[in-house]
């Protein structure tokens, strides 16, 4: 897919909008104001998030390393430099400074190939005319293509993924700050805000080959651009979440299927709770974000009760799915504007035991998608859609898609009422305010 799609999509929407700037301003009080939730701080590495800002506001709130002594403020150029300055001083509140572009896989993907690692010698093992379809690859050698490519796997995996601690805030410096290639690992810790950067999506180098999955087998991969993993209180902001130069779009195929070298952008799973994301861009990806990675009974007794998480005036734009799905969390999705082009599957995964809230949205379809498809049923689970717009006109999501798709019917009526939430604007403006203020470069 290609961003410029949504980029034609906003600019017809803002033409369209323009006669609301003044409501917007008024509403908002000052244009610059309109997509600044944290506390004041001349320093916006030492921001906050606001009082009543989403579910990570709840209880202690979120500081990230606000802080942090001067021996714990690292401005970082490399990923060297980077993963020393989240490994310093372990959970005392610390703030990172990103400045420039890190890339975490620099050298390519030659960089993590076992020796004697060939994807043309384990293409030849593992065609399915040679193969089949009915023996996983789970039992072969160490010295077999795929034992070859578990190594080569096992030192990406070392090299790209990036523990964050808890009281940490990562913030890029100016306008063009990012990550590329990397995995930031949030994962069983506490207050963390990670804003102002455009994270690329990592590639798995070495995907693997499943021959049982599904009728065909299918290549799986590994890494989120980041995953929150039993963690709590976490705040993303004004990031840019994007496949960068390597969109699913130009992968080739191998054995008749997609070479899938991505996994999710985002992901929020095991137990974790109290996330709020806003003012990001999410774009050109498949899977994008994931809310409780399973339906087992084991995995519902740690998410019960969890995976609480807002998101407030994101831009989703060139996405397939999930954005996001859910399972188990009371979500909150109001003031965030969807851009649905062609390949789209569907925005809203209504999920086992999923407490889905989805107001004041704005959805921009191109021509042929039903807004029918903007839910799609995976479980049984009530949700609350109200006061959504698509393509300007007030549309009652659950009746259209009940109405099309009458096989999947779901019932209306989340359960629980959010309170945690900053403004709420007109969805008839959504576009226009988060044309101007989402992403990477736009702190104010």
């Known amino acids: 897919m290609s961003t410029s799609g949504w980029h034609g999509h906003a600019t017809v929407r803002a033409a369209s909008l323009a006669g609301c700037t003044a409501l917007v301003l008024a509403l908002t009080g000052t244009g610059a104001q309109a997509h600044s939730p944290s506390h004041h701080h001349r320093d916006a590495a030492r921001q906050t998030l606001g009082a009543g800002d989403g ?22 150029r490399t990923w060297a430099e980077f993963k020393a300055a989240l490994a310093d001083g372990g959970d005392a509140p610390k703030i990172i400074k990103v400045k420039g572009t890190i890339d975490a896989v620099s050298e390519g993907c030659e960089a993590f190939a076992a020796p004697g690692y060939d994807f043309d010698a384990y293409l030849e093992a593992y065609a399915p005319e040679t193969w089949g379809l009915e023996q996983d690859l789970s039992a072969e050698p160490d010295d077999s293509p795929e034992g070859l ?18 009281n940490t805030t990562i913030i890029g410096v100016g306008r063009n700050a990012g990550i590329k290639g990397a995995s930031l690992q949030i994962k069983g810790v506490d207050n963390v805000i990670v804003r102002n950067l455009a994270l690329e999506s990592p590639i798995d180098c070495f995907p693997q080959w499943d021959p049982t999955d599904g009728s065909q087998g299918n290549w799986n991969s590994e890494y989120d651009t980041a995953v929150v993993h039993g963690s709590t209180h976490v705040w993303l902001d004004h990031n840019t979440f994007t496949d960068g130069e390597h969109p699913d779009s130009e992968a080739p195929t191998y054995f008749g299927m997609l070479y899938q070298q991505h996994d999710g952008e985002l992901d929020i799973v095991k137990g974790a709770n109290y996330v709020t994301a806003s003012w990001n861009v999410f774009t050109e990806h498949d899977k994008t974000i994931l809310i409780g990675n399973s339906d087992s009974e084991s995995t519902a007794v740690g998410d019960r009760g969890k995976l609480k998480a807002t998101f407030h005036h994101n831009l989703f734009s ?81 009746a259209v898609h009940n109405a099309e798709i009458p096989a999947e019917t779901l019932q209306s009526g989340a359960g629980w009422t959010p309170t945690l939430r900053t403004a709420v604007h007109p969805a008839r403006v959504v576009p226009f305010l988060v044309e101007h203020g989402a992403g990477a470069g736009r702190i104010r």
């Open 318 to 398: 060139g996405l397939v799915e999930r954005a996001p799905r859910v399972r188990f969390g009371q979500v909150d999705v109001y003031n965030n504007h969807f851009v649905a082009e062609d390949g789209y599957s569907y925005s809203f995964g209504i999920g086992k035991e999923s407490q889905l809230v989805a107001e004041h949205n704005a959805f921009t379809l191109a021509k042929g998608i039903s807004p029918a498809k903007i839910l799609k049923k995976w479980s049984e689970a009530p949700l609350t859609a109200a006061h959504n717009v698509v393509n300007g006109k007030r549309t009652d999501l659950i």
């Open 149 to 166: 490519r578990r190594a080569s796997a096992a030192a990406q995996d070392t090299a790209i993924k990036a523990s964050v601690p808890s």
């Open 55 to 76: 579910w990570a506001s709840h209880g202690t709130g979120t500081t990230g390393g606000a802080d942090a002594d001067r021996e714990h403020v690292h401005t970082v």
